[in-house]
């Protein structure tokens, strides 16, 4: 007979039928709510469709499961009712339900005073979200107990019992073991996407910490052993992997005093994943020099199994970007990624971490579009430090605060405000820049395309003189008619990845000028603008991105994350990682993502594993921020294009997530078959 995970995984993967009418039983909910309360604050509206969904959405215990809840939280008319999404990408502070229970936090929100009608609606909204929140948990518990009425097999009668118990309890009290504190985290996560209208990315950061006080509990009493507990996360990774794909949970690292944190969990989470293989949660390792042995092991087991995870963080590096963002020491250390690569202290930021876009190759083009020439390449390049500057402060921050006003005036979040440090403090919703941290992240696309592009420019114009400015810039404006100039463009050596001493101080150089220029321009109410060196699939997706002087044709990809451009000749992955190390990801909090492709059989021996564990090691103490791998074949994903009935379930990494290739586009699928099969 199958085991209860084979059990579960086989019905997940067979695909859930109840989605689409919980979809629509949420849809009419929110209609009947929102199409009705038009004139109220919109924090009152949220609060009271929250209260809706809380009473009348479906609630259903599936066979098997030991953890429960559906999560659904597509709604993606809601602006049609005035009602606006919250963007998600951010974590809140999963810890304080679990510390403080429900009845806990509404006491700290019953000691609020108002001192305005906008902190008097707030505090309302806050107690209606929280009793809402109530509501929808003994809801579930209700269910249990209606299903262990008719129960006969005594086992699942048992459990389901057990259920109904565990769910009144943390309906109102903190949990006292292992399975309500997970029971009350997963509770959490849907109530925060049911209020985020259709905001994803809602990350959980670092369950292995908040969990560990109830499994060391449990185990030191004989309560629960780790085959229930791998058992019972992925009951819990199948829950997840419902709806939103980027789920990211942060596993190991230093504790807020800067001690090796890494718990027995940390190791369970990764075995849990490996043996699941679903795409949710997205697993994240934060290594230090104290990480174990066998947190590597299974690690990078995991990451050999195929489904795109765990993703590699640099403590020291990503701490020391945190700090250089304004984070206490102690929250620095506390950190946590949101969505793909993103850096947030926990429960302490409003992040919106992929709330803005910049463009480095619509700043270069721009620039060479002035048709002035230059002396000297130091006249050239000062000149576009200086152009780069006027157009940050001229067009994209009086754009980025627009953004974040209409955040302000839009869209309300009184659940996610009880989880996030102040804002029931101060009165004042994650919105209204009541959060400890008020950061705003900035996707900015082509560090490795800028960095070829000016090298190109150096080497040909001022270097070897073998053309003038003008000339460039008709080439790439025209697609490179010279073919023989294209290929000089194109094949130049000593690009950014092949380690060459020109390039390695570009990338130091222009990372520096453009994360020191956005550190020091902070929007209203002091928020601060929070960078990263990619942008959501920007790269991929360039069919009307112009021409630039690298030797890149129009429609061309443009450079992924951190790494070389898709031009840059000669590199090993070694090369490439030692021209990374030289960009300042220290400035660039919001992620500076690095993907390396091996094939499977590299990676199926101890001494392949271990060899890609020394090259992590040797990256970061050169001072790199993130890795992840794709570790498949790019045979099988070309058959997978042609026959995806076959490959349902094959997972790849898109980016900073894992998804099932199949369901991809053409034109994505292609761009990851074409970087698997250049191993690096």
């Excluded at 570009?506 to 321009?521: D, M, V």
Aim: proline residues 4%; hydrophobic residues 40%.
């Amino acid at each position: 007979m199958a085991s209860r995970i084979d059990r579960i995984l086989d019905r997940f993967n067979s695909g859930l039928d109840y989605i689409e009418a919980d979809t629509k039983a949420l849809t009419e909910i929110f209609k009947n709510v929102c199409g009705g309360n038009r004139q109220k604050p919109n924090v009152i509206r949220r609060a009271e469709y929250l209260t809706a969904a809380a009473h009348k959405m479906p609630v259903r215990n599936n066979p098997d499961e030991l953890i429960v809840g559906s999560d659904i939280y597509e709604i993606p008319f809601a602006g049609e009712y005035d009602m606006h999404s919250n963007g998600g990408h951010y974590s809140a502070d999963y810890n304080r339900p679990l510390v403080h229970g429900i009845k806990g936090i509404k006491a700290i929100v019953s000691s609020l005073e108002p001192k305005n009608q906008v902190m008097e609606d707030n505090k309302r909204a806050y107690e209606m979200a929280l009793d809402a929140f109530t509501v929808f948990i003994n809801r579930y518990a209700e269910e249990a107990e209606r299903l262990a009425v008719s129960e006969q097999d005594p086992v699942r009668k048992l459990e389901l019992q057990t259920i109904g118990n565990n769910c009144r309890h943390i309906a109102s009290e903190p949990p006292v073991n292992f399975v309500q504190a997970l029971q009350l985290i997963l509770f959490t996560q849907i109530f925060l996407h049911l209020e985020g209208l259709g905001a994803g990315s809602m990350s959980f950061g670092r369950l292995d910490q908040f969990l560990y006080p109830f499994y060391k509990k449990d185990i030191d009493d004989g309560a629960i052993t780790d085959e229930l507990v791998f058992e019972l996360l992925i009951c819990f990774a199948e829950r997840v992997s419902q709806c939103d794909p980027s789920q990211n949970l942060a596993l190991g690292g230093v504790d807020s005093s800067g001690c090796n944190a890494e718990n027995r969990l940390t190791q369970i989470f990764l075995e849990a994943q490996t043996r699941a293989k679903i795409r949710q949660p997205s697993l994240s390792l934060r290594i230090t020099p104290e990480t174990s042995d066998e947190v590597w092991d299974a690690a990078i087991k995991c990451a050999a199994s195929g489904i795109g995870m765990p993703s590699f963080f640099n403590d020291d590096i990503v701490i020391k970007s945190m700090i250089n963002m304004g984070a206490a020491p102690e929250d620095a250390r506390n950190y946590v990624l949101i969505g793909c690569y993103e850096a947030n202290s926990q429960g302490n930021t409003f992040g919106q971490t992929t709330a803005l876009n910049m463009s480095l190759v619509d700043i270069l083009l721009g620039f060479l579009k002035q048709d002035v020439e230059y002396k000297s390449f130091d006249d050239f390049y000062e000149s576009f430090k200086s152009y780069f500057t006027e157009i940050y402060d001229t067009a994209y921050m009086p754009s980025f605060q627009n953004t974040r006003n209409l955040y302000k005036e839009l869209s309300a979040s009184p659940f996610w405000g009880c989880l996030l440090h102040n804002c029931i403090e101060t009165g004042l919703l994650p919105e209204q820049y009541g959060a400890k941290y008020n950061w705003f992240g900035l996707m900015i696309l082509g560090i490795g395309t800028l960095i070829d592009s000016i090298y190109v420019i150096k080497q040909l114009v001022y270097e070897n003189k073998q053309i003038d400015l003008k000339y460039m810039r008709e080439q790439i404006e025209r697609n490179y008619p010279d073919e023989d100039f294209f290929l000089l463009c194109r094949n130049m050596d000593g690009k950014f990845g092949t380690d060459s001493p020109d390039t390695n101080m570009l990338a130091n150089s222009l990372t520096t000028f453009i994360g020191e220029l956005i550190h020091s321009r902070p929007l209203e109410n002091g928020a601060r603008i929070s960078p990263s060196l990619f942008s959501w699939l920007s790269d991929i997706y360039t069919a009307d991105c112009p021409a630039t002087p690298d030797g890149r044709k129009k429609g061309e990809r443009v450079s992924y994350g951190a790494t070389p451009t898709e031009l840059a000749r000669d590199v090993s992955p070694t090369s490439m990682l030692s021209s990374i190390s030289n960009l300042r990801t220290d400035l660039f909090t919001n992620g500076s993502p690095v993907m390396l492709s091996y094939s499977p059989d590299e990676l199926c021996t101890q001494k392949g594993r271990m060899l890609v564990r020394r090259l992590i090691e040797a990256y970061f103490a050169l001072g790199g921020f993130h890795i992840q791998f794709n570790i498949q074949d790019a045979e099988l994903l070309k058959d997978a294009q042609i026959n995806p009935d076959l490959h349902k379930n094959l997972l790849i990494r898109v980016s900073g997530h894992s998804n099932y290739f199949v369901v991809l586009d053409e034109q994505l699928q292609n761009a990851l078959i074409e970087r698997t099969a250049v191993k690096r």
